[in-house]
């Protein structure tokens, strides 16, 4: 008999105990800095001068509290074995994209006060919001790739239902569901467009920073790779395995049209009750498949019908 694991041990490394290292770290720099810090020192910038002042100690402990609350609080999803693995990823870099901002920034600006009699007179270098993000990303980046599926798969016993539909297979089927390349293309430039007119009004590369890791996210839930064959259903992004089902737990599938905000209340990857699940990118056709274990996952394609067809079609001569 296989113990149903609770926890993934990755996303506790790197959604729990990353952030409270992080916080810890900015509480313990803080009180080695102390001594060369004015007593109370720059928090709050509007433009190039301070006008928010706070004690180091006070700051820091705010600063570790924000992280834990905030940044642990995204990422800590990641720790939950069963919950949707593609869901613990995105959760997880945003998580760690959080802490990696506020650990920097809170880092330099004591940098920048160190030895300084007034804080009046501290710069708060802009150049650690870009590199915060940046570094938060590609940690979280690291900690999504050794994430694991645990979920507990259920071996079907029964043939698919009789009414539903059956189809040649030629496999595998592949899909590229959400925005073509073109749109993808345009969007970039979207965001890559805004990015570059910060960088010129500030004279510096870091907004650049901040919008190239957030677009990349953003983007990336605009795009998927949905592939059928002997094994399954599989959902690839990012360069990863996001959503798998084996054949062998499919109770069957079937075609539906999908609105994705009249039905799903948004697009993208979206969770409407428990077990019921949807990637959700266009008005259309969509293949739904059911599982053993209690699964409905809902992806929009148009090759929905060929999809559900083989789905159904490989699990008939499953059970022969």
């Known amino acids: 008999m296989t113990t149903r694991r609770i926890i993934d041990p990755a996303g506790a490394l790197f959604g729990i105990a990353l952030p409270i290292a992080a916080a810890v770290a900015a509480v313990l720099v803080t009180a080695a800095w102390e001594p060369r810090l004015p007593a109370a020192i720059a928090t709050h910038w509007p433009g190039p001068d301070p006008d928010g002042f706070s004690s180091p100690m006070s700051n820091a402990w705010t ?110 089927i592949v899909d590229q569901v959400g925005t073509g390349t073109r749109t993808t293309a345009v969007l970039a430039l979207v965001v890559l467009g805004p990015a570059v007119l910060v960088c010129w009004s500030a004279g510096s590369w870091w907004p650049l920073a901040i919008f190239l890791p957030v677009g990349v996210l953003v983007l990336s839930l605009l795009r998927f790779r949905v592939t059928v064959d002997e094994a399954g259903v599989r959902v690839r992004n990012l360069g990863m395995t996001a959503v798998e089902y084996g054949l062998d737990e499919m109770i069957g599938a079937k075609v539906t049209e999908t609105r994705p905000f009249e039905d799903w209340g948004g697009w993208g990857l979206r969770a409407k009750g428990r077990g019921r699940y949807g990637l959700v990118t266009n008005t259309g056709p969509a293949l739904v498949f059911t599982t053993a274990g209690g699964h409905e996952f809902t992806v929009t394609t148009e090759r929905a019908q060929e999809m559900a067809g083989a789905l159904n079609s490989l699990a008939d001569a499953r059970v022969r």
Do not use: F, N
């Not at 998580?95 to 920097?104: C, F, S």
């Open 63 to 172: 600063i570790a509290l924000v992280i834990v609350l905030v940044g642990g609080g995204c990422s800590a999803i990641a720790a939950l074995a069963q919950a949707m693995l593609m869901m613990r990823r995105y959760m997880l870099v945003v998580g760690l994209g959080v802490t990696g901002l506020l650990v920097t920034i809170h880092v330099t600006m004591l940098a920048a006060q160190l030895d300084l009699s007034d804080a009046a007179q501290a710069q708060l270098p802009m150049w650690s919001i870009g590199l915060g993000v940046l570094l938060g990303v590609a940690v979280g980046l690291v900690g999504a790739a050794l994430l694991r599926d645990y979920r507990e798969r259920v071996p079907a016993t029964a043939a698919p239902d009789a009414k539903l539909p059956r189809g040649r297979v030629e496999l595998p």
